[in-house]
């Protein structure tokens, strides 16, 4: 098992920055890939973007690469999506989540899921 906890969400403005923290805790952290997904009021849960367990690759819908960074910190369980130049299409609950196989945009691919963080973005 592995237990994920976002934080970091809020309300900010337009043009504002945010970064997203997820703490994971459980089984060896390191051999998982991690990703983020969002769900905004009415609509599906897309993906947002994943990282692999080494940090070498990273994988963003295409809508949002270059606004949206994914890191990760092995040593301390830890995940990141940091978010640059947000506009109110952005809000959303984000949710991360972990899985053993390789990078994927699907649900389906991740086993474990955080909670949440409501990110509300106002113009």
């Known amino acids: 098992q592995v237990q994920l906890v976002e934080s970091g969400g809020g309300l900010v403005q337009t043009g504002d920055s945010l970064r997203l923290s997820c703490a994971a805790s459980?089984?060896?952290?390191?051999?998982?890939?991690m990703g983020w997904f969002r769900q905004a009021p009415g609509k599906e849960r897309e993906f947002v973007g994943c990282i692999d367990w080494s940090s070498f690759s990273t994988y963003y819908a295409d809508s949002l690469r270059g606004r949206f960074t994914i890191s990760r910190d092995n040593a301390k369980n830890m995940v990141y999506l940091q978010m640059n130049s947000l506009k109110p299409e952005d809000t959303a609950v984000y949710y991360c989540?972990?899985?053993?196989?390789?990078?994927?945009?699907?649900?389906?691919?991740?086993?474990?899921w955080g909670q949440g963080t409501q990110v509300t973005v106002s113009s």
């Open positions: 459980g089984r060896t952290f390191s051999g998982y890939f």
């Open positions: 989540a972990a899985g053993a196989y390789g990078l994927g945009s699907r649900m389906n691919d991740y086993t474990y």
